[in-house]
Structures are given as structure tokens and as C-alpha cells.
């Protein structure tokens, strides 16, 4: 089995707005996937489909060769999940909520915390002991990587994951993502609207605008695609998303 995520016309909408349509994916084992568009383009709600905590209104999902709308929750075992805001109980110190998942996904306490414990020393998270609550927006973030990278998910999915981290966390995160891949064939679907990340991490790229997938593939297809040899992910994002007219407002913007 290679095709760890499928995704066959899937369609999402929100009262009368269509957020996602028509889309198939198919990702490998191994993968690191990069899912770029401008904001509101369906990211988000695609990644929800993707990991079960959105119905699609239309078409399936496949992971692990599993289907979602059948075995949700063996999915839910083997996959992990950092939304771009992530929700904690905010009651709960950072390593009780640690405990707690490897209590309810059924983990070797001994091996969980000495991989904890290293995922700790690797982001400089020295935080577990305080109460969730009182966690900074990159704090959070950091927390649920680490509690996401502990269990050693089969299929990690990340929303915009260094939006809330430091430079030298982002850059341990790149390292650590590349290294689950080639090592442990972990497969990783990732958005960004870091151009820089897609290009330097991801070994497929798909790019979304109004619900509508509109390229796909590695960094040189697009650019074959696009006819160019030179332009940057940044140039044909731009040109594909609709960036033709930039020139154009930044003039606007010195009149
Ligand atoms: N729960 C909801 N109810 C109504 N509309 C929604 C809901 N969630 C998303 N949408 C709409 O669906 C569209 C896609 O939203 P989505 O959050 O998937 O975009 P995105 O690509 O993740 O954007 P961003 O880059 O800003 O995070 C948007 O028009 C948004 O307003
Ligand atoms: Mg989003």
C-alpha cells in the first residue's frame, strides 16, 4: 500500500458558500505534501475532511486505506492532527494533558515519556509543568507538536505549523518533519503560506484557490507546467492564485 491519503470529489459547503469542490488527492507513504492557496481558498476545511472532524458534504476519504465514513476512530489511532489554533483543556498542566494521551491512545508510558523528553529538548519546551491556560499562542503550538510527534503518527497533519514559532523552533521542526519522513515513512500533509517551507521541504506541492485544486505537483512540474524555468514557488504562486495584477497595486500604492 502507497497511497496513504485518498481523497476522491470531495466537496464541503457552508450554507450557500461552497468552501471546497471537486477535489482528489492522492498522497504516498513517505510524502511530505505541501497544501498552499491565498486565505479562505479551503485549506482548512480540506485538512478537517482529511482527519475526520468535518463530514464532507460530497465524495470520501481514504487513509491508510481505511475509510473514514466506516473506521473513523482505527483512523483516528494512527493519525495525528496540529490545527493552526489549537484546542487544549486548559485546566491541565502540559504534562498531564501529555499523560492523558498516551492514557487514551494506549501508549508505552516508559518509551512515550524518554521520546517526550527529547522532543522537549530538541523545541526548548520548558513549560509542562504550568497550567495550559497560561500558554502564549507558540506555546500551545509547540505543546500539541510535541504531544502529536510522541505517539509517532503513521500520518501527520499540520495547519500552518509555524505560524506561532520562533525561528530556531521552525527550523527544528523542518529537520525533525524531513527526518520522520526518510526514517519511519511517516506521511505528512502540511498547509503553509510560507512559500520558503513548500519549497525547501515539500516533495509535492498542490495548490488550492476557491475550493479548486489548480496545480499539483513537484516544484519542477510546476514550473514546466508554467512554462518557466526560473520563476520561484513565490512568482508562480502568484501567477496562478491570481498575482498578475501585484505590479499593479504596489504601483497604486506609491502613487
Ligand atoms: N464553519 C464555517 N462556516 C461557514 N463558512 C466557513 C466555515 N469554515 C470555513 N468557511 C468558509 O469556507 C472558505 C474556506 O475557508 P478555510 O478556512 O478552509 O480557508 P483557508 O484556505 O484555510 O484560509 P486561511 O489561509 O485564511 O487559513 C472561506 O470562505 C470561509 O469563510
Ligand atoms: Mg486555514
Known amino acids: 500500500m502507497s497511497e ?24 504516498t507513504s513517505g510524502e511530505i505534501y505541501g497544501f498552499l492557496g491565498p486565505n479562505g481558498a479551503g485549506k482548512t476545511t480540506t485538512i478537517k475532511m482529511l482527519t475526520g472532524i468535518l463530514m464532507p458534504t460530497e ?13 473513523e476512530i482505527k483512523i483516528k489511532r494512527k493519525i495525528a492532527f496540529v490545527p493552526d489554533e489549537p484546542k487544549m483543556y486548559d485546566n491541565l498542566k502540559g504534562w498531564e494533558f501529555a499523560n492523558f494521551l498516551m492514557e487514551i491512545y494506549g501508549l508505552d508510558k516508559e518509551e512515550t515519556v524518554k521520546r ?6 530538541a523545541f526548548e519546551i520548558d513549560f509542562l509543568e504550568k497550567y495550559i491556560s497560561d500558554y502564549s499562542h507558540g506555546m500551545r503550538q509547540k505543546l500539541m507538536l510535541a504531544v502529536s510527534l510522541m505517539r ?28 520522520m519522513a526518510d526514517e519511519n515513512e511517516t506521511t505528512i500533509f502540511m498547509t503553509t503560506h510560507v ?20 496545480a499539483e505537483g513537484t516544484l519542477e512540474e510546476l ?33
Open 116 to 121: 517526550l523528553d527529547d522532543i522537549c529538548k
Open 59 to 71: 465524495g470520501s476519504v481514504r487513509i491508510l486505506d481505511l475509510d473514514m465514513t466506516t473506521d
Open 152 to 179: 509517532k503518527p503513521k500520518v501527520l497533519f499540520l495547519d500552518e505549523p509555524t505560524v506561532g514559532l520562533d525561528a530556531r523552533s521552525a527550523k527544528i521542526l523542518k529537520l525533525w518533519l524531513r527526518k
Open 195 to 214: 512559500l520558503e517551507i513548500a519549497e525547501k521541504m515539500c516533495d509535492r506541492i498542490g495548490i488550492i484557490k476557491d475550493g479548486k485544486l489548480i
Open 223 to 255: 514550473r514546466k507546467k508554467s512554462g518557466k524555468t526560473t520563476d520561484s514557488l513565490e512568482d508562480l504562486f502568484l501567477e496562478l492564485t491570481g498575482g498578475a495584477e501585484f505590479g499593479d497595486i504596489i504601483e497604486q500604492l506609491n502613487d
Open 4 to 27: 496513504i491519503i485518498q481523497a476522491e470529489n470531495l466537496k464541503k459547503v457552508f450554507g450557500k458558500k461552497v468552501a471546497v469542490e471537486d477535489l482528489n488527492l492522492n498522497v
